[in-house]
């Protein structure tokens, strides 16, 4: 059993953080149903669409359009003839 602080804080036992993962900085959910409050711990959703690639490469550098790539490599291709 555990108590509520006056700040609203209650210890989690260590048992369900392991059990679940949990540590310091971890995200998590609240929903009641009804007088029960459930926890559920917020994992990050994978990335998987082609669109969202830089994402997935944790790319965080400046991106170009398809017309300005287009263009350099038109520019490019002149340059070297």
Same mark, same amino acid.
């Given at each position: 059993? $555990?108590? /509520?602080?006056?700040? +609203? ?9 392991? $059990?679940? +993962?949990?540590? $310091? *900085? ?7 149903? *009804? ?5 559920? /711990? ?10 969202? +690639? ?6 965080? *550098? ?9 263009? $350099?490599?038109?520019? *490019? ?5």
């Amino acid at each position: 059993m $555990a108590t /509520v602080s006056s700040r +609203g804080e209650v210890k989690i036992p260590e048992k369900f953080l392991r $059990a679940l +993962g949990i540590a $310091a *900085g971890t995200e998590v959910d609240f929903e009641q149903q *009804g007088d029960v409050l459930v926890l559920r /711990v917020v994992r990050p959703q994978k990335i998987s669409r082609v669109e969202e +690639g830089l994402k997935i490469l944790n790319y965080t *550098g400046s991106t170009v359009t398809l017309d300005e790539m287009e263009i $350099a490599v038109r520019k *490019g291709a002149e340059e070297s003839l």
